[in-house]
């Protein structure tokens, strides 16, 4: 077995040394990347706009429609999904990156959008939410008249 | 959630790029099961025909290309949490697995690799004679 230093002396095992070190490698990680600064939930979210739609779009891989809800009340997007692990059973895993579980991720928009004409489509893991706007909150083209 | 998703950009991995544009790391699941290894990688919006899986000399490489699908940077988003680009990982596999027999398939943004082991690496049961 390879002898290393241990960074905190003060821990009563090895173990508990390296798995503190790590924490701090990952945090550290963490702060140059960036993303601790953002409020990030799952799925991660795109949004934007034309004159006469929201577009609201996520990566959510390995999900069906029927594992995600979708809803809007008011002007709050819902996006509701269970991430179900891999059928493997009696298996080892080596690596384990994939998330899996429920989440829940609500966003508030900027605009009022008709609850009634919400589309969303799923398509090789990619969730598109079209959210035509309510009337008023339409772009409109003003004839400009010459006087 | 258990894990992090956040998508992660490539920084060193992989030969650089001559085509424009983002790349990222898939998030991958490598799960070993008597007779083969799997592995399971996120590439959402990658399909059969984008995505490449080559074994050469013990690397194994996938690299998915994924379209623009979005309004080009600086268009008003509203939020931007991610960016769209290909997806590339390699890794480096044992001699334990048969080359000629791996296997893949893509499913709503997953692909699945299939790597049986090469038959001297399988587990035998030895019978104890007494």
Redesign the interface.
């Known amino acids: 077995m390879m002898m290393t230093r241990r960074l905190f002396p003060f821990l009563p095992t090895a173990a508990l040394d390296r798995d503190l070190g790590r924490a701090v490698e990952e945090l550290f990680n963490l702060v140059q990347?960036g993303?601790i600064m953002?409020p990030?939930g799952?799925?991660?979210?795109?949004?934007?706009?034309d004159g006469q739609s929201?577009m609201?779009?996520a990566?959510?891989?390995?999900?069906?429609m029927d594992d995600i809800e979708v809803f809007v009340v008011g002007n709050e997007l819902t996006i509701k999904g269970n991430?179900r692990p891999?059928a493997?059973t009696?298996?080892?895993?080596?690596?384990?990156?994939?998330?899996?579980?429920e989440?829940t991720r609500v966003?508030t928009l900027?605009v009022d959008v008709d609850p009634d004409k919400v589309e969303a489509t799923?398509k090789?893991?990619?969730l598109l939410i079209t959210m035509p706007k309510a009337e008023q909150a339409r772009a409109r083209k003003i004839a400009v008249r010459t006087a | 959630?258990?894990?992090?998703?956040?998508?992660?950009e490539t920084t060193r991995l992989g030969p650089e790029r001559t085509r424009g544009g983002q790349c990222f790391v898939p998030?991958?699941?490598?799960?070993?099961?008597?007779q083969k290894?799997?592995v399971?990688a996120?590439?959402?919006?990658?399909?059969a025909e984008s995505i490449d899986v080559s074994y050469e000399r013990g690397l194994l490489t996938i690299h998915a290309k994924v379209e623009p699908?979005?309004?080009a940077d600086g268009?008003?988003?509203?939020?931007?949490?991610?960016g769209v680009g290909d997806f590339y990982r390699s890794f480096e596999i044992g001699e334990g697995i048969d080359a000629s027999q791996i296997q893949a398939e893509?499913a709503?943004?997953?692909l699945t690799l299939h790597l049986p082991k090469a038959e001297s690496a399988k587990l035998r049961k030895i019978t104890v004679k007494g």
């Open positions: 990347r993303p953002r990030l799952f799925p991660a979210l795109n949004i934007w706009e929201l609201a779009e990566e959510v891989p390995g999900l069906t991430r891999p493997e009696k298996a080892t895993y080596h690596r384990q990156e994939r998330g899996t579980g989440f966003v900027p799923l090789n893991g990619v | 959630m258990s894990e992090s998703i956040e998508k992660v998030n991958v699941d490598i799960i070993e099961n008597g290894y799997l399971l996120d590439v959402p919006g990658a399909t699908r979005q309004p268009v008003g988003y509203l939020l931007h949490e991610y893509v709503n943004g997953v």
